[in-house]
């Protein structure tokens, strides 16, 4: 009688079994794209996410990297509010994926950036060594993030679970409310998938807004979109695919044919009202580009005479000026305080012809140091020498200021590490 019951039982469990998953798999087929299976089973068994809006990966406990060495940090450097901030330092020791930094209502300087293993996100201010994570929600195989001008949404670039192509997710940190029975302050994430085959995308001056071209045949074409990727209007159609974009101003969005040591380059600016498309740099070999906030200026690198200079095209005066230094475009960043002046990072070596495609594909690196240029009166200052100060090698990507550019931040391009100088002494 009991082996009977207990038949009974298991067939009404394999039936109801059978049931859910065709019904996700029904979910998923009517939802039009938007829901995969996968997401399916989210809205089944949600797992304490909140139903509103699904999250994001819902893998608390998938690898804990940096959270155990932010404690030890945390404990060792922070027994007194007196601790030392050095003027150059070392955020993170492992790879970061994107870095936001903002202002809070106290002037501080709040600097947030993303692990690169598992998604998680971390956060400090510019003059604390306290570090904290404040979303462990994952995201596995994360390789960039680009982070909207609040700090509270960005979006992540991830290579998908065959680790061919690379998708793309509209991320916004929600944060938990604390109450009286909290145990901790970590939120999670929610949002939504752009579409897929993305090649390149940049975010609005004023973050937003979305362009992002996408593979056409052997073309391209642009998109504009509100952040979450909603709200899309074509802008673009062109039979080449190799464009890296910048939206510097306005309606302005500055596109560049991706960079190759003795490949011509050029670089147009694409109104994204009107669909104009305007030419303002061509025939430079080996063009890499960086516009300024107001779309006056050019930053950019060309290889000339099997060396690499870099330059400063004046668009209002149509001038061209030839700065005093050696390095890409890449590792530099403009000031939005003064106009003239630019922050870049400079190989402590000659670069020749063929460096810009051997640092692409990774199969050299440099050690850099941090200069200061003003472009008006071709003046240049060393800021810091890594090598001096902290014995280590920086190949320094992505720089960024602190709103009041007291603070650069950078990434080595050596591990993926994240790193603060302090402009004063």
Excluded at 292 to 305: A, D, I, S, W
Aim: some cysteine.
């Amino acid at each position: 009688m009991f082996k009977k019951i207990l038949i009974i039982i298991i067939i009404i469990l394999a039936i109801t079994l059978i049931g859910l998953f065709v019904w996700v798999f029904l979910v998923s087929r009517q939802s039009e794209g938007e829901m995969t299976v996968r997401e399916s089973f989210h809205e089944i068994f949600p797992f304490g996410s909140n139903n509103e809006n699904r999250d994001f990966f819902q893998g608390q406990n998938f690898g804990d990297i940096g959270a155990d060495l932010l404690d030890r940090k945390n404990s060792e450097e922070n027994k007194n509010d007196d601790a030392v901030i050095p003027r150059l330092r070392q955020i993170a020791d492992f790879a970061v994926a994107g870095v936001s930094v903002t202002e809070n209502e106290e002037g501080r300087q709040l600097i947030k950036y993303i692990a690169r293993e598992n998604g998680h996100i971390f956060e400090t201010f510019a003059d604390s060594l306290t570090q904290k994570r404040i979303s462990n929600t994952t995201i596995l195989r994360i390789q960039d993030a680009l982070w909207f001008l609040n700090g509270n949404a960005f979006i992540a670039r991830f290579l998908d679970e065959s680790g061919s192509e690379v998708e793309s997710f509209y991320a916004e940190i929600k944060q938990k409310q604390i109450t009286s029975t909290t145990t901790d302050s970590e939120g999670s994430l929610s949002g939504s998938f752009l579409p897929k085959d993305i090649i390149d995308l940049s975010l609005s001056k004023d973050k937003n807004k979305l362009f992002y071209l996408i593979k056409s045949g052997d073309g391209s074409v642009g998109i504009v979109s509100d952040a979450d990727g909603s709200k899309k209007v074509q802008i673009f159609n062109s039979p080449f695919s190799e464009w890296s974009a910048q939206w510097p101003y306005g309606d302005i969005i500055a596109l560049t044919t991706k960079p190759s040591s003795n490949t011509i380059g050029y670089l147009y600016f694409l109104n994204s009202k009107n669909e104009d498309f305007k030419k303002i740099l061509f025939g430079i070999t080996g063009l890499t580009t960086l516009v300024n906030e107001n779309g006056t200026k050019v930053l950019f690198t060309q290889n000339r005479r099997g060396q690499i200079f870099l330059s400063v095209a004046d668009i209002k005066n149509d001038e061209i000026i030839d700065l005093p230094i050696q390095t890409l475009s890449e590792k530099c960043v403009w000031s939005k305080i003064d106009e003239n002046i630019i922050y870049c990072g400079m190989p402590n070596t000659i670069l020749d012809e063929d460096t810009l495609d051997l640092w692409y594909q990774g199969l050299i690196s440099f050690s850099d140091s941090m200069w200061i240029i003003d472009t008006k009166t071709q003046t240049t200052n060393i800021l810091i020498n890594p090598i001096d100060v902290v014995g280590k090698e920086i190949d320094i990507i992505k720089p960024i200021l602190s709103p009041d550019e007291n603070y650069l931040f950078f990434v080595n391009k050596k591990d993926s590490t994240l790193w603060q100088l302090r402009r004063s002494k």
